[in-house]
Nanobody, 125 residues
Framework: QVQLVESGGGLVQAGGSLRLSCAASGRTFSRYGMGWFRQAPGTEREFVAVISWSSGGVTYYTDSVKGRFTISRDNAKNTVYLQMNSLKPEDTALYYC?????????????????WGQGTQVTVSS
């Protein structure tokens, strides 16, 4: 069992930055691929970024955030991060971290086993 708690969301002006954190419980954190997803009102949950099991692992991003967002993890701290720079109003959403029992991670939300409660990111224009 893995429990995930996100933090770091907030209100920021366009062009600003935020760093989301996701703290995980459990001693087997390093076996899980970790992903970030987001959901804006009236839309489906969408993939944002994924990182494979190791600190400094393989990463993959959705096109709309490439070059602006960076996913990373620190297995010693059981934490995954999402550094978000050059934020845009269209980045406004509830951001979720998730864990999948696949060390390479996945882009598909249906494959994830554990989810956090989400942290709100609002970008004003």
């Amino acid at each position: 069992q893995v429990q995930l708690v996100e933090s770091g969301g907030g209100l920021v002006q366009a062009g600003g930055s935020l760093r989301l954190s996701c703290a995980a419980s459990g001693r087997t954190f390093s076996r899980y691929g970790m992903g970030w997803f987001r959901q804006a009102p009236g839309t489906e949950r969408e993939f944002v970024a994924v990182i494979s099991w190791s600190s400094g692992g393989v990463t993959y991003y959705t096109d709309s955030v490439k070059g602006r967002f960076t996913i990373s993890r620190d297995n010693a701290k059981n934490t995954v991060y999402l550094q978000m720079n050059s934020l845009k109003p269209e980045d406004t959403a509830l951001y979720y971290c998730a864990a999948v029992d696949n060390p390479m991670g996945s882009r598909w939300s249906r494959e994830y086993d554990y989810w956090g409660q989400g942290t709100q990111v609002t970008v004003s224009s």
